[in-house]
Each structure stands twice: as structure tokens, then as C-alpha cells.
């Protein structure tokens, strides 16, 4: 059964909708709604504008962590034991492949167990999610999945609108509670902090509107006006990433002949719309003395710098690629062996990431195993065409829609690392899941008889709970060793009164998941800090910055192993930090008598980046 909602029928000159055909209804719909249980897991990670240090996003993440586990728990209690028995195709099939390489990469690096302990938990539970959406979706019970998914991710774009739109317009409202303190003067951040984060965001929001708006035939005036004001917002980001996602949204719009034509014009209009946008900012803020932030974006690009230094440190990365081709430097292993290696040109600022996930694979995991991953997701799209061309409309528009916002977050990754945050990650999974699971699949003849499916029935139903009740577990342990580690930095968040500092730090080092922002501050307060030397491994794999490697050089020092202090200390210089200054100021002073010269001034020994591991 198919239906159109916007067929061109012309009363007055204009289009109006059809309401002349059913709505497609969700066989075996269950009877509890999981809409706010999608709001919670999705919705309200993008809305939390409080944070504690030393992680400004970390309840966001947790909460969308914990949110998805508990949607995903009770969605395995209430459904049939005949979802549990719904063949997986090999879309779905390819990307819980890539997956398992994913985790199998994360199990054999060396960095701290710890610190690869909620990557591995991130990935299970998206690997459940996407499978649990795909098999609700091969039985038909988008509304077990999909229609909350979007539904959320509207709501967080239509609140985040309002976020925006204080933060540029009315920023002394914003008290960091509701609305996060803005940044930059003429530029919303959302209550991520991150402008292209939100832009992706509110992407996603416009998408989700297209296909609720669609399906349940909504005005098309409701449609212009919801899209027309997450695009302004767009605008309000004034992100380069944002451009280039509304670009790929009027891109829909032209190549989708599934869409009704008057939501295909609609798409087409939100390009114009937007440049509109950007010059009326500039124009208004400029008249209130504020410079819109896009027009200092703009400058950059038209002078060469079109990614903000990402250039760099892609040409980093690709040097670490072609140095480490076979297995790669190890999960959670690159801002120490990028921070580590000679770089005279590097950008100033200390990355923990390449801002492109492709390098990322195979800087972290090598060229074999990043194009095994690759290719399997690769393959998985490949194979989901079909989905994209089905006969009924409503089945390829929901194809469509989930691939447009696979393909923005997937560009997002091109030069960031969204996927590194649950509340994209999440997401991105239940949309891969939607999309593999529209995928035409014939059952085995087995699981067609009674028997077949009386054996299969409730195969899935325990690893889809176990993962859901572990999910809320761990979101619950890691916020309480979270709340260790931030009394460290906040003392007033004790319950009581507050313990020494030494303490507190203690207190916090034996936390699995956070102890190394102890570490950090253990080893970065010390007088003395080669004495604290077996302490300095969680936080350099964690990112290493000025007040650390001055630490750790000064620690290699006290050990008498003066070429790796040397190293350290002439890999800190390319940095060209002003907090490094005091540290330098020796090599400028006149030389005394006949002394050696201070380790930071002797001329850089230029190690291998692994010898300056830690424990060698």
C-alpha cells in the first residue's frame, strides 16, 4: 500500500493535500508508547545545558548512554518473542561486522584499560540498538523505534532553536542551567558548546520534519515554517559544516522523486533561504554592534584557511599512517604518539583527534583493518539501495530520509568526530538500523514453519535486555566515579565538608573510568614529580597539554634520563604555548659558568615517538 499526501491538485493557485488515503498503520503495534523514553535517551542529551569538570559534556553523554539502555530494556521486555525471530539482512549484517573489528581494534590496543572501557560499552549498545531497530523494522513497528527517533530529534532541533536564538540575540538570559553561557558574541552553541554540532542537529531536526510531516500529512505551511526556522538557526551557527549540510538538504530535495513536488521545491528554497539568513544577520548585528561570527568564517575561507587548520593535521596524520601502515599506533594512542613525534609545522592546539574518521581508523588501527571496516560499512550502504528503491512510497521516502541523515553525519565526520559523542553515536545507530532493516529480506525456509520460528522466537530477547539493563548499570557507575573525580576540581559538590586536596585526588585515582583526571592533577602539582612517575600514563593517553608534558619532562629529568626529557621538551616548543614560557625562559639568559645546559635547551634527540612511552 502506498500514498501520497501532497498530490498536485491546485485549488487557487496553490497546492493543498490530499487526505484521500489511509495512513500506513505498524502491524502487531504494541500498546505502550516510547516516545518518552526516545526523549529522554535522545532528546534531552542534545537540551542539558549544566555540567560539572573536568567533562563540559559529560551528563549530556551519559544521559543518552543510560536514556538509550533503559529504551532499549523495556522495548525488549514488551515486544513479541516473533520480533526476536526476524531474519537480519545482510546490510545489517555487515555493519554489526564492522562493529566486532571495531571492538576487536579497541580490545588489542595497549592505552589504559580504563580509558577504552566506555568506548567497547558505547559500541556494544549501538550494536544492539541497530539491531533490535532493524528487526522492529522488518516486522513493521516503525513506531517502536523510528517515529520516537524522530520525533526527539525534532523536538531537541525546535528547543535547540530556542537555545540559539537567546544566545545570540539575548545572551545575558542564558544562566548555564537552561541555556549554555555563549562562547562567542553573534554565534549559538547550543547547549552541546559546539556550533557544528548543533548545525548537525538542526539538520537532522529538518529531516525528521520532512518525514513526520510527510507521513502524517501535515500542512504544508506547518512544514515551510518549522524548516525555514531550523535553517535561520543553521545560519545562527554560522558553521562552514552547516553550509555544506544545508547544501546536502536542497541536494534531497533535487534528486528525490519519491518526495511530494511541493516538499521538494520546499527543500530546494531552504539554500536561498539560508544565504538570506546570513546576510540579514550580518546586517542586524552589525547595527547593534556585534560582528556576526560567519563573517570572520567567511574571511578565513576566502584567505586559504577553509578548515580552520584541519589541513595540518591531516598531513600530521597521514605522516603517522605511512610511519605506522600495519596496525597503526593503537586505540586511544594518538594524541600521545601525534604530541610525541616531530612536527615543525604542527597546529598550535593539542589535539586528541585527526577530525576525520577515516584517518582515524587507520592512524588508530592500521590500513588493513581500517579498510575491512570501511569497506564492510561501505558495502552495507551498497546493499541498502534496494531499500531505496522499493515500490511503496512511504517505505523508500523512511529509506531516504534515514540515508540523508546517515550521509550529513557521515560528512560531519569528514572533518570532526561526531561519532566520538553518544548522543550522535546513539542516534546514527538506530538510523542504521531503520535503514538496513527496510532491506527486501527473504526468511530462511526454516524460520518460515511454526517450528522454525518457535525455535528462533526469543533467541535475541536476553542479549537485548542484558545490554539495556547493563547500559543503565554502568551510567549509574560511572556517574558515581564521575562525582569522585569532579570534587577534585570543585570541592563544593562533597555532600559534607570537603577533604584535603590529597585527598580528594587519591579518592579519585581509583576511579576505572575518570581516574586519570586524578592522575593529572597528582602529577601536574607535584614538586617532585618523577616521584609520581608510574602516574603520568592514563592522562598522556588522555591528552596531554603544556602543564603535562612540562610535568613529564621534568619527571624524565629527575630520573636522569635526559634525551627523552630533551624530546619531550623540544616537541613542547612547536606548540609555541605562552603558559610555556617560564619554561623556556632559561635558554634565554646569558650563560652561566662553565654548567651544562638545561635539558629544554640541549638540541632536540628527535626519539621515535614510542620511545617516549610512559613505562618502555
Given at each position: 500500500m502506498s500514498w501520497n499526501c501532497f498530490q498536485p491538485s491546485i485549488v487557487q493557485g496553490t497546492w493543498q493535500p490530499r487526505y484521500d488515503q489511509p495512513l500506513m498503520t505498524s502491524p502487531d503495534h504494541p500498546p505502550v508508547s516510547f516516545l518518552p523514553l526516545a526523549l529522554l535517551a535522545v532528546a534531552l542529551p542534545f537540551l542539558i545545558a549544566g555540567s560539572m569538570p573536568p567533562t563540559s559534556t559529560y551528563f549530556n553523554q551519559v544521559v543518552a548512554f543510560g536514556g538509550c539502555g533503559v529504551w532499549l530494556l523495556v522495548w525488549a521486555l514488551t515486544a513479541r518473542p516473533s520480533l526476536s525471530s526476524q531474519p537480519s539482512s545482510g546490510a545489517t549484517k555487515l555493519l554489526l561486522v564492522a562493529g566486532a573489528l571495531l571492538v576487536a581494534a579497541i580490545l588489542t590496543s595497549s592505552t589504559p584499560w580504563g580509558q577504552r572501557l566506555a568506548p567497547l560499552a558505547c559500541l556494544v549498545l549501538a550494536g544492539a540498538l541497530v539491531?533490535?531497530?532493524?528487526?522492529?523494522?522488518?516486522?513493521?513497528?516503525?513506531?517502536?523505534?523510528?517515529?520516537?527517533?524522530?520525533?526527539?530529534?525534532?523536538?531537541?532541533?525546535?528547543?535547540?532553536?530556542?537555545?540559539?536564538?537567546?544566545?545570540?540575540?539575548?545572551?545575558?538570559?542564558?544562566?548555564?542551567?537552561?541555556?549554555?553561557?555563549?562562547?562567542?558574541?553573534?554565534?549559538?552553541?547550543?547547549n552541546m558548546r559546539q556550533p557544528n554540532?548543533?548545525?548537525?542537529?538542526?539538520?537532522?531536526?529538518?529531516?525528521?520534519?520532512?518525514?513526520?510531516?510527510?507521513?502524517?500529512?501535515?500542512p504544508l505551511a506547518v512544514l515551510a515554517a518549522v524548516l525555514s526556522v531550523l535553517v535561520f538557526s543553521v545560519a545562527l551557527t554560522a558553521s562552514r559544516t552547516g553550509l555544506v549540510g544545508v547544501v546536502l538538504l536542497a541536494l534531497w530535495g533535487a534528486v528525490d522523486r519519491r518526495l511530494p513536488s511541493p516538499v521538494r521545491w520546499l527543500l530546494l528554497a531552504m539554500l536561498p533561504l539560508y544565504a538570506l539568513s546570513w546576510w540579514g544577520l550580518e546586517q542586524w548585528l552589525s547595527a547593534h554592534g556585534v560582528m556576526f561570527y560567519g563573517e570572520d568564517?567567511?574571511?578565513?575561507?576566502?584567505?586559504?584557511?577553509?578548515?580552520?587548520?584541519?589541513?595540518?593535521?591531516?598531513?600530521?596524520?597521514?605522516?603517522?599512517?605511512?610511519?605506522?601502515?600495519?596496525?597503526?599506533?593503537?586505540?586511544?594512542?594518538?594524541?600521545?604518539?601525534?604530541?610525541?613525534?616531530?612536527?615543525?609545522g604542527r597546529p598550535v592546539a593539542f589535539y586528541d583527534h585527526s577530525h576525520n574518521a577515516v584517518l582515524q581508523l587507520a592512524v588508530e588501527s592500521g590500513v588493513p583493518m581500517a579498510v575491512a571496516i570501511l569497506g564492510c560499512v561501505l558495502v552495507a550502504l551498497w546493499m541498502s539501495r534496494s531499500a531505496l528503491q522499493q515500490a511503496d512510497d512511504d517505505t523508500a521516502r523512511g529509506a531516504r530520509a534515514a540515508l540523508f541523515m546517515l550521509v550529513m553525519v557521515g560528512v560531519h565526520s569528514l572533518l570532526e568526530y561526531p561519532l566520538w559523542y553518544v548522543y550522535f553515536l546513539l542516534p546514527?545507530?538506530?538510523?542504521?538500523?531503520?535503514?538496513?532493516?527496510?532491506?527486501?529480506?527473504?526468511?530462511?525456509?526454516?524460520?518460515?514453519?511454526?517450528g522454525g520460528v518457535s525455535r528462533l522466537a526469543g533467541a535475541w530477547r536476553p542479549v537485548w535486555c542484558a545490554t539495556g539493563a547493563l547500559a543503565m548499570a554502568g551510567s549509574l557507575w560511572s556517574t558515581v566515579?564521575?562525582?569522585?573525580?569532579?570534587?577534585?576540581?570543585?570541592?563544593?559538590?562533597?555532600?559534607?565538608?570537603?577533604?584535603?586536596?590529597?585527598?580528594?585526588?587519591?579518592?579519585?585515582?581509583?576511579?576505572?573510568?575518570?581516574?586519570?583526571?586524578?592522575?593529572?592533577?597528582?602529577?601536574?602539582?607535584?614538586?617532585?614529580?618523577?616521584?609520581?612517575?608510574?602516574?603520568?600514563?592514563?592522562?598522556?593517553?588522555h591528552l596531554a597539554d603544556t602543564r603535562l608534558l612540562i610535568a613529564y619532562a621534568r619527571a624524565l629529568q629527575g630520573r636522569g634520563e635526559t634525551a627523552r626529557a630533551a624530546h619531550v621538551a623540544a616537541r613542547l616548543r612547536e606548540f609555541h604555548n605562552p603558559v610555556s614560557a617560564d619554561f623556556f625562559a632559561v635558554c634565554d639568559a646569558p650563560p652561566a659558568a662553565p654548567t651544562p645546559a638545561p635539558f629544554q635547551c640541549l638540541p632536540d634527540p628527535a626519539l621515535p615517538a614510542e620511545a617516549l612511552r610512559p613505562k618502555p
Open positions: 539491531h533490535a531497530t532493524a528487526a522492529a523494522t522488518r516486522a513493521g513497528r516503525i513506531d517502536d523505534w523510528v517515529t520516537p527517533l524522530m520525533t526527539a530529534l525534532l523536538v531537541a532541533g525546535l528547543l535547540s532553536v530556542v537555545v540559539g536564538v537567546v544566545q545570540v540575540f539575548r545572551p545575558e538570559l542564558a544562566d548555564g542551567r537552561l541555556i549554555s553561557f555563549p562562547t562567542i558574541a553573534g554565534r549559538a552553541i547550543g554540532q548543533l548545525s548537525t542537529l538542526l539538520l537532522w531536526a529538518a529531516a525528521a520534519a520532512v518525514w513526520l510531516g510527510v507521513r502524517e500529512r501535515q568564517q567567511l574571511k578565513k575561507t576566502l584567505h586559504g584557511d577553509p578548515s580552520s587548520s584541519r589541513g595540518k593535521i591531516w598531513s600530521n596524520t597521514w605522516d603517522m599512517v605511512r610511519t605506522h601502515p600495519w596496525t597503526g599506533v593503537g586505540f586511544g594512542a594518538y594524541n600521545f604518539i601525534w604530541s610525541m613525534t616531530p612536527f615543525p546514527a545507530a538506530l538510523l542504521a538500523g531503520w535503514l538496513t532493516g527496510l532491506v527486501p529480506v527473504r526468511p530462511p525456509a526454516e524460520a518460515t514453519s511454526a566515579e564521575y562525582g569522585s573525580v569532579a570534587i577534585i576540581f570543585e570541592p563544593d559538590l562533597a555532600w559534607s565538608e570537603p577533604a584535603p586536596l590529597a585527598e580528594r585526588i587519591a579518592e579519585g585515582q581509583r576511579s576505572v573510568l575518570w581516574g586519570h583526571h586524578a592522575d593529572y592533577a597528582a602529577v601536574t602539582m607535584a614538586p617532585e614529580p618523577e616521584k609520581v612517575f608510574d602516574q603520568f600514563e592514563r592522562p598522556l593517553y
